[in-house]
T-cell receptor, first 112, second 111 residues
Framework: EDQVTQSPEALRLQEGESSSLNCSYT??????LFWYRQDPGKGPEFLFT???AGEEKEKERLKATLTKKESFLHITAPKPEDSATYLC?????????????FGKGTKLSVKP | KAGVTQTPRYLIKTRGQQVTLSCSPI?????VSWYQQTPGQGLQFLFE???????NKGNFPGRFSGRQFSNSRSEMNVSTLELGDSALYLC??????????FGSGTRLTVV
């Protein structure tokens, strides 16, 4: 059964304190791994898509990496506005295009 | 560029009633998928429509149904509402499997 596990569930950082969020996945055939950011009461906002092991993508203070079993979202020198829940999701080759399998997310709080 | 539009944003219904939620995808996106988000279960896949056909369905009871129109707009319906159906319902549209854009969701409260 395809599964996505995110850790930690919650993370509290001081402004400027870099860290990483983990997304472990078990999927029959990975078509793509997605990172989203979600603010309270809003829909998930797309950040990155990764397709194959070794791939990396960056956007401002965020960098996503992918191995055969997990993905990391590295946050460098975070600011309070980076506070949000970060969601990881996968799509497998056997599933339909729109069937994203989500982890339960990591709630990030960045204190000034 | 217009995003994914979901209406209504908030809804309060009584147990036993039925409800219909609407989703207008980004222009040119033919795939629309629906998700239920709750604090305990997170985001769970309900179903996906492509060119008016349901391509996949998640593990939800038959009370949850949907449809897609020729202009790609989609609706989902929940009949005989239960307290446990209270959740944020999200739809996402995509043109390819490379990117999924979510709407802001409909917050459904069942009392």
């Amino acid at each position: 059964e395809d599964q996505v596990t995110q850790s930690p569930e919650a993370l509290r950082l001081q402004e400027g304190e870099s860290s990483s969020l983990n997304c472990s996945y078990t999927v029959s055939g990975l078509r793509g791994l997605f990172w989203y950011r979600q603010d309270p009461g809003k829909g998930p906002e797309f950040l990155f898509t990764l397709y194959s092991a070794g791939e990396e993508k960056e956007k401002e203070r965020l960098k996503a990496t992918l191995t055969k079993k997990e993905s990391f979202l590295h946050i460098t020198a975070p600011k309070p506005e980076d506070s949000a829940t970060y969601l990881c999701a996968v799509v497998n080759y056997g599933g339909s295009q729109g069937n994203l399998i989500f982890g339960k997310g990591t709630k990030l709080s960045v204190k000034p | 560029k217009a995003g994914v539009t979901q209406t209504p944003r908030y809804l309060i219904k009584t147990r036993g009633q039925q409800v219909t939620l609407s989703c207008s995808p980004i222009s040119g996106h033919r795939s629309v998928s629906w998700y239920q988000q709750t604090p305990g279960q997170g985001l769970q896949f309900l179903f996906e429509y492509f060119s008016e056909t349901q391509r996949n369905k998640g593990n939800f009871p038959g009370r949850f149904s949907g449809r897609q129109f020729s202009n790609s707009r989609s609706e989902m319906n929940v009949s005989t509402l239960e307290l446990g159906d209270s959740a944020l319902y999200l739809c996402a549209s995509s043109k390819t499997a490379d990117g999924y854009t979510f709407g802001s969701g409909t917050r459904l409260t069942v009392v």
